[in-house]
């Protein structure tokens, strides 16, 4: 029996993207040719991956974007506002996967996992709220995401970002009620008076 090589699958995709694109030229599929495209593509990434999983890991990172680009593409005629957050959303979870094919030696894709999925949360936040209460959404989502590393990977240098960003989130979804400048001037006095005291007692 014949060995299957690999490069047959370069073969059928180069023919099926031909065939699509000209089929897309002459108008006969719109946008969904684009789709079908990168969704092969995409699967012959995801293909790699299976057939060696601890050893081909990396190919999950292009299958994932190239599978997020092809949903984007079907998606944004029905839901052009979250097409941002689709596309994001879809890498940031493309990490996540990541992460769970070796928890112990993949624990940083949780990071830029998190990142992106916030990102993608933003996108729809900025329709909804003012920039200023974006921002403390994009902090508290960071907060989660080193608070997911120092849980989940035991880091607990984790903890420490995942405090600061989480007091800035607050402090900026502070900002929709009224009383959101006197939290500001509190929180800046005691930053002050704290780094005073410490001050001192370490040159007493």
Do not use: H
């Amino acid at each position: 029996m014949k060995r299957f090589d690999p490069r047959i699958i370069l073969g059928v995709l180069l023919v099926a993207g031909g065939a699509l694109a000209l089929a897309q030229t002459m108008g006969f599929l719109g946008d969904l040719g684009g789709a079908i495209f990168l969704g092969s593509i995409a699967l012959s990434f995801w293909y790699v991956y299976l057939t060696d999983r601890s050893g081909r890991w990396w190919a999950i990172i292009p299958g994932g974007v190239l599978t997020a680009l092809a949903v984007l593409i079907v998606a944004s005629s029905y839901f052009d506002e979250y097409s941002g957050a689709i596309f994001l959303g879809g890498i940031g979870l493309t990490f996540f996967i990541v992460y769970l094919t070796n928890p112990t030696e993949r624990w940083w894709a949780i990071i830029p996992g998190g990142v992106l999925v916030t990102l993608a949360g933003m996108t729809v936040a900025a329709e909804r709220f003012g920039e200023f209460q974006t921002a403390g959404f994009f902090f508290l989502g960071l907060a989660l995401t080193f608070l997911l590393v120092a849980v989940l990977a035991r880091m607990r240098w984790a903890y420490w970002p995942a405090l600061a960003l989480g007091v800035m989130g607050m402090l900026g979804l502070a900002s929709l009620l009224d009383y959101a400048n006197y939290i500001w001037a509190v929180a800046l006095m005691a930053v002050g008076g704290f780094l005073i005291v410490r001050y001192f007692t370490r040159s007493a």
